[in-house]
């Protein structure tokens, strides 16, 4: 294994850097400057029909310096912290700087808008685990995948482990640390019959180790998920309902997000331009994001200009409430930071929930889609488009698997036309959600 991570180092190390860009971006000049910091390791292992294929020890580490002369802005960044490293980035963009054009709305976030807030979420979990446990691991979630009746073949199982140190500061005085740790465990799948092969997989994600689901319970899925796509046909061209895995629709609040996000806004690339108050969804729908969740996937008490992150409504009852915005963002709208610089984090649901058994009842006849293929969304217009793998629904149940078709519609008009939520809520990533039930797309198919 990699030499031991001690995170409470680097983070001293990172620290006493950053105040070094700083005050050096001061003496030589510069009218404001701020500074990012990080420093990851990590350990992943990849197995093969019993074998190990890989094992990878990783550990980067960057710095970057942003700094202003008037309204004029340079940035430059090396991937090592030394103090010849940091004078030659401060020099390096404090050069930019005095030979870019002014930029109005350039500058830090307004210093009355920098965290003051900072607990420990609890994103922090290092995982003790020698080479040859994490081969282990790795090796009873394939075997336990492969044992299952219908299973011809292997891509593998991956497991990984990491944690890292970031530190943000700025010229206001501000300096923000954070420990965090990242753990997951997948495996993909073989099976074949008369009409061919089909692969899937399955995979666990968390902060925390202990949060892991069971390795074997990771390869029984990926072994079901894969044989269920045996016999794959095509499903009729027609306008029909629509049921999105929760892994998918987790991709659909990527693509609304994005669309409230404020550089896609000032720069008039977002169909929801000038939509702040008017609805979206339906009434009984709502999304916030909660970056103050303990344990969270993307916790964080600041956001990537130090400013204080809080619980953003963005659609409520349906209307959208709220764009994404960081500072520089809101100032090119006329508007106010929401904390959102690096994204949302933590997006939560607030809308009733059905069973997935109730959704496919409800939609009758139509298409389940559990794998999408492709990116053929626009986000100036919201026209969707992607090739699609699910299941075929008659009278609410499923008939059989279905592949090679195309889904096609409007984002803003799927929206509008979400029936639906599950409560098999996928909870791996930053966004949690369930199914999501559309009332009628393009399918175009046999």
Avoid at 242 to 260: N, T
Avoid at 282 to 304: H, I, K, Q, Y
């Amino acid at each position: 294994m990699a030499q031991a991570f001690d995170a409470s180092s680097q983070q001293a190390l990172l620290t006493a850097r950053a105040e070094e860009a700083l005050a050096l971006a001061k003496r030589l000049g510069a009218d404001a400057a701020e500074v990012g910091a990080s420093v990851d390791q990590g350990t992943g292992v990849s197995v093969r029909l019993g074998e190990v294929e890989t094992v990878e020890l990783s550990r980067d580490q960057g710095i970057a310096v942003t700094l202003y002369v008037g309204k004029r802005k340079g940035s430059a960044s090396s991937s090592d912290a030394s103090s010849a490293s940091i004078q030659a980035v401060v020099e390096k963009a404090l050069a930019i700087a005095r030979y870019t054009g002014e930029d109005p709305v350039a500058g830090l976030a307004d210093a009355d808008q920098m965290a003051t807030e900072l607990p420990d979420l609890k994103v922090h979990y290092p995982w003790a685990l020698t080479t040859e446990q994490a081969i282990e691991i790795a090796l009873a979630c394939e075997q336990a995948g492969r044992d299952v009746d219908g299973i011809s073949q292997s891509e593998g199982a991956s497991l990984s482990s990491g944690e890292g140190v970031r530190v943000y500061a700025n010229s206001h005085g501000f300096l923000g640390t954070q420990k965090g740790s990242s753990h997951s465990l997948s495996c993909m799948l073989i099976a074949q019959d008369e009409s061919g092969m089909q692969r899937d997989y399955d995979y666990t994600s968390a902060r925390n180790p202990l949060h892991l689901r069971d390795p074997a319970e990771v390869g029984r899925e990926a072994a079901a998920r894969t044989l269920r796509r045996l016999g794959a046909q095509l499903p009729p061209t027609g306008t029909f309902p629509v049921l999105f895995d929760p892994s998918l629709s987790a991709g659909l609040i990527g693509h609304l997000l994005s669309a409230l996000a404020g550089g896609a806004l000032y720069r008039q690339s977002s169909f929801l331009c000038d939509r702040l108050g008017t609805p979206l969804f339906p009434e009984w729908f709502s999304l916030e994001e909660r970056p103050m969740e303990v344990g969270a996937t993307a916790s964080t008490p600041f956001d990537g200009e130090g400013v204080q992150t809080r619980n953003n409504r963005f659609i409520d009852q349906g209307s959208i409430a709220s764009y994404m915005l960081s500072s520089y963002s809101a100032r090119r709208l006329g508007m106010q930071t929401t904390g959102n610089a690096g994204g949302a984090r933590n997006v939560r649901l607030d809308a009733p929930l059905k069973t997935r058994e109730a959704l496919l009842k409800e939609m009758g006849r139509g298409i389940w889609v559990t794998e999408l293929m492709g990116q053929g969304v626009n986000g100036v217009t919201g026209d969707y488009s992607r090739g699609a793998a699910g299941f075929w629904v008659e009278n609410g149940e499923v008939q059989y698997p279905i592949e090679e078709f195309t889904i096609a519609g409007n984002l803003e008009r799927m929206f509008s036309g979400l029936v639906g939520i599950g409560s098999d809520t996928d909870t791996r990533g930053s966004v949690h959600t369930g199914s999501w039930l559309i009332d009628a797309m393009t399918v175009a198919g046999s």
